[in-house]
């Protein structure tokens, strides 16, 4: 009899501790997104909280702060319109559904563009193995998922109004190209360009569409991309703060005019550099 209750006490101080290792909240910042776009995610449990959120099938660590834990959501400007499941895991491979984002769909603006035929579609087998090489080493770098700590704060690379909007549909003689995948910024030549947020520098080099071109990782699969520079002012492995001198514009590359083109990687999903400055620009974790 001693026995049985010894093991209902143990059942019933088991059960507490399952409850209360899931006590919390999930606060999700914007609670809508459209197609490329971030959100914060926040899981609110009073005490730093180790484990990770799994989310449109990928693990997402959670970074643990005094509140509980945060990460950053991001979806690609193809995903489609829907509810999207957030879970906690925790160690061990337990999950719980914490909350839902809801994704709608978004009109992104066209824009039809005349360009030399040679640049539209390149056909020289030369150039083509070139595009073919450098679309592999972007890959490859975009794959890594270092664990650098994500930036609480991201702000604009320039101070210039900006020129064609991230998602704009372009059509170039007529064909429809695949949708601007960043944004342009209408900078004169020479304009010192500046790092969104703190991070490594992992790239630096001479890109068929990008021209002269900087990549800088911020932490987990974050990446922001710098192209069109008349020149480089950095250096693989160099440590940046915001607004670290990256390089100047200019109009390298596949390009019409000087302008800056700033691009945002999230895990391999191309998000609005804007949705990320208006998310965290001066936020404090
Ligand atoms: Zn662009």
Redesign the pocket.
């Known amino acids: 009899m001693k026995r049985a209750v010894g093991s209902w006490m143990l059942f019933a101080f088991g059960l507490f501790l399952t409850v209360s290792a899931w006590a919390g909240e999930l606060r999700l910042e914007p609670e809508v997104i459209a197609p490329g776009e971030v959100a914060l995610a926040r899981w609110m449990a009073g005490g730093p909280t180790a484990g990770e959120l799994r989310f449109n099938d990928k693990l997402i660590p959670l970074a643990p702060g005094e509140e509980g834990g945060r990460a950053l959501l991001g979806l690609d400007l193809n995903a489609a319109p829907g509810d999207y499941p957030v879970f906690l895991r925790r160690t061990g491979g337990t999950e719980q559904k914490v909350g839902t984002l809801k994704v709608t769909a978004k009109k992104r603006p066209e824009e039809h563009l005349t360009l030399p035929k040679a640049y539209v579609s390149p056909q020289e087998p030369a150039v083509l193995e070139r595009i073919e090489r450098e679309s592999r080493l972007l890959q490859k770098i975009f794959a890594v998922r270092s664990e650098e700590t994500l930036p609480t704060k991201f702000i604009l690379p320039v101070g210039d109004p900006m020129g064609?909007p991230f998602g704009l549909r372009r059509i170039l003689n007529g064909k429809p190209r695949s949708p601007?995948a960043?944004v342009?910024f209408r900078s004169p030549r020479g304009t010192t360009v500046g790092a969104g947020a703190a991070g490594r520098v992992v790239f630096t080099g001479d890109l068929y569409y990008c021209g002269l071109t900087a990549i800088v990782d911020h932490g987990d699969g974050l990446y922001s991309i710098y192209c069109h520079l008349e020149h480089l002012g950095c250096a693989p492995n160099q440590q940046v703060a915001a607004g670290t001198p990256l390089g100047r514009v200019g109009s390298s590359g596949r390009s019409t005019g000087p302008h800056l083109?700033w691009g945002i990687k999230l895990r391999g999903d191309r998000v609005d550099p804007i949705s990320l400055v208006r998310l965290l620009d001066g936020k404090k974790s």
């Open positions: 064609s601007h960043g342009d083109h």
